[in-house]
């Protein structure tokens, strides 16, 4: 346990940013999604990642998190390259991170309190009652009442099972916190509400945030850059103002539509 601790710091305190991906290569066959593609991502900052259907937002996260093994390119976490990494400090960054996937993927046969210990269970010699204790404190940090605790998945409406999904991502304290379409499927005002829980959180607890969204809302309201894919790379990344005046074809089309230029808008008059 002590040694782990012991990695645990040392991943803390290492150089380096984020997240650093370089010279990425992910194909499917003769299919190929990323070409040679780089992303920085600096420590305490909140990226969006934006890009058209296919263009393997989701591929790029599940890379990250070692989740797929890409075809060539390095992926490193807080400085550590994960191809060469030994298992103990693995571990370490396994448990730097949490991650909210886009439907929650929370167990259905599971409470809201055993989801969101489970981590816990797997990764801390905490008792049953510590691990219980402590997934209460996260339910009520993510807004949820402690009735819900009790609740299965099925008994939750669709924003409590993204809340309760983001009590389990902060299980364990991370540092970096990845989020697939956060939004999604959520109602403008419950969507409202998730990005201001979002930022709070990003602030309070000193996160990094890794987000793939399409909602234009949340990019203006939260992020403090946004990285596009298109054409198998990140062909921009920047403040979301800087993006309106690219002059990529995706990029205008994407934040200079009808959708785009409402949610611009709408940030101008909320400032």
């Known amino acids: 346990m002590e040694a782990d601790l012991q990695a645990d710091d040392a991943l803390r305190d290492g150089e380096g940013p984020a997240i650093e991906v370089r010279g990425l290569v992910n ?18 900052e909140v990226l969006g990642v934006v890009g058209g259907s296919g263009a393997g937002k989701s591929v790029l996260l599940n890379t990250i998190i070692g989740l797929r093994r890409p075809q060539a390119g390095v992926v490193r976490i807080f400085g550590q390259d994960l191809a060469h990494a030994s298992r103990r400090r693995w571990d370490a960054i396994n448990r730097s991170w949490g991650v909210l ?20 269970f797997e990764h801390t010699e905490l008792t049953k009652k510590q691990a219980y204790e402590l997934a209460d404190l996260k339910i009520a940090l993510v807004g949820l009442r402690p009735d819900s605790s009790a609740l299965k998945p099925a008994e939750l409406s669709g924003g409590m099972r993204k809340r309760a999904g983001l ?27 998730f990005d201001e829980l979002i930022k709070d959180l990003s602030d309070s607890l ?8 399409h909602d234009l809302d949340t990019l203006y309201a939260i992020t403090d850059r946004v990285a596009v894919i ?39 008059t909320e400032a």
């Open 167 to 193: 009590a389990r991502a902060l299980a364990l304290d991370p540092e970096l916190l990845f989020l697939d379409e956060p939004t999604a499927g959520l109602d403008p005002i419950g969507a409202g509400a």
């Open 101 to 120: 996937f886009q439907q929650g993927a929370l167990f259905s046969n599971l409470t809201v309190r055993e989801n969101v210990a489970a981590p816990m």
């Open 206 to 213: 000193d996160l990094t945030v890794f987000m793939i969204t």
């Open 230 to 268: 298109a054409d198998k790379k990140v062909v921009a990344t920047a403040p979301v103002r800087e993006l309106e005046k690219s002059d990529h074809p995706w990029i205008r089309e994407y934040f200079g539509g009808p959708r785009g230029r409402a949610a611009a808008e709408a940030a101008r």
């Open 27 to 44: 194909a499917f066959g003769d299919h190929v999604v990323h070409d040679r593609l780089n992303l920085t991502v600096e420590r305490g």
